[in-house]
């Protein structure tokens, strides 16, 4: 939705992001002529996105940003999120905010938008490579899939052992946020990984193996069912995402196997929280792509204003906006929130 949004001036103002407990300072009041910002995420359909979007649109609102924002039409759509770029360099935007398909191809056309001048962060999903952007604003991917990881091992006690695991990711690209939650699962269930920058390279005879799923519901049912065919005694289910989760579930109820399978994800949406409470999903991550957003518009507005780019969190290479492990089935030793807290911070 494409528009000039009404500037407020804010001084001394502070947003609470209470996920987080990160406090941040408001930015500054900005010149005249407003500054014009670009989100551009991998659809506008999966809720995700949707809360990204909302969090850009009331922080441009409040902080007087011209916002413009594009979508791919499915996840993957990589030449739909480079015309979304292109547009956004010939329209002088000041920063462009990505959540990037293809993290190794969309390096070029970013780096031609850093060329005039332009602010370029990353959304969730880090660059291949991670410089190629200005700043990133993200969760921890691999410790959102370590600790589902962990609580899965725990919770399968010593049927761990001989666990037999499906594995649904999203797609192809890697490396990517896909690659981190995957490999994080592993780690966290102790399985040695191969390349940590890939997925599918492990030679662990628990994995039955990996079907992606485009991080959708469709998707993760027709993965379970490829995986079901190739081996049925499949007892342990990580997943993407929860649309994905919510998919092999269905997968699962249809060939009778719901009630003995664990399932695991990552992100936190209400749907998913719902889906925690109602038993479908054993444990998910809980990520929060409101604050991203928004602290990514902040990040625009501040160098439109005096050129300052946004610093990581200390001893990482990102921003990290937090992960929260979200079970009703709490293991010794691993902190997590129940559904019932974690409905009080889900989006979607």
């Not at 001048?117 to 200005?134: F, N, S």
């Not at 191969?194 to 993760?220: C, F, K, L, Q």
């Not at 990290?320 to 010794?332: E, K, N, R």
Request: with cysteine; glycine share 10%.
């Amino acid at each position: 939705m494409n528009g000039r949004i009404a500037r407020r001036r804010t001084t001394g103002r502070r947003a609470l992001w209470a996920a987080s407990a990160i406090m941040i300072a408001a930015t500054p009041a900005l010149a005249a002529d407003p500054p014009t910002a670009c989100l551009v995420t991998k659809t506008d359909t999966n809720p995700f996105f949707v809360k990204m979007k909302e969090g850009a649109v009331a922080k441009a609102k409040e902080l007087g940003v011209n916002l413009k924002t594009y979508a791919g039409k499915i996840d993957g759509d990589h030449e739909g999120q480079v015309a979304a770029v292109e547009a956004c360099i010939a329209g002088g935007a000041k920063g462009i905010m990505i959540t990037a398909s293809d993290t190794k191809a969309i390096v070029d056309v970013l780096d031609q938008a850093r060329q005039a001048g332009i602010l370029v962060i990353a959304l969730d999903t880090p660059l291949d490579p991670p410089d190629a952007a200005d700043a990133t604003f993200a969760t921890d991917n691999f410790k959102a899939g370590e600790l589902i990881g962990q609580w899965a091992k725990a919770t399968m006690g010593d049927k761990a052992a001989s666990a037999k695991i499906a594995m649904l990711d999203l797609g192809i690209s890697q490396p990517s946020v896909d690659v981190l939650r995957d490999q994080g699962f592993l780690s966290g269930f102790g399985i040695d990984l191969a390349d940590p920058h890939r997925w599918g390279d492990e030679t662990d005879p628990r994995i039955v193996g990996n079907e992606v799923t485009s991080g959708n519901e469709e998707g993760g049912l027709n993965a379970m069912e490829a995986l079901l065919t190739k081996d049925p005694q499949i007892n342990m289910v990580y997943t993407i995402n929860e649309p994905a989760a919510a998919g092999a579930y269905e997968a699962l109820k249809a060939a009778g196997r719901d009630k003995d399978v664990l399932i695991v994800s990552v992100d936190g949406g209400c749907p998913g929280v719902s889906n925690v409470k109602a038993g479908v999903i054993g444990a998910t991550s809980q990520q929060y792509p409101l604050m991203m957003a928004a602290l990514g518009v902040e990040a625009i507005a501040k160098f439109a204003a005096d050129g300052t780019k946004p610093a990581p969190t200390p001893g990482k290479d990102f921003f990290d906006t937090g992960v929260a492990l979200v079970t009703d089935h709490p293991v010794s030793g691993l902190d997590s929130i129940d559904s019932t807290k974690a409905t009080s911070l889900c989006w979607g």
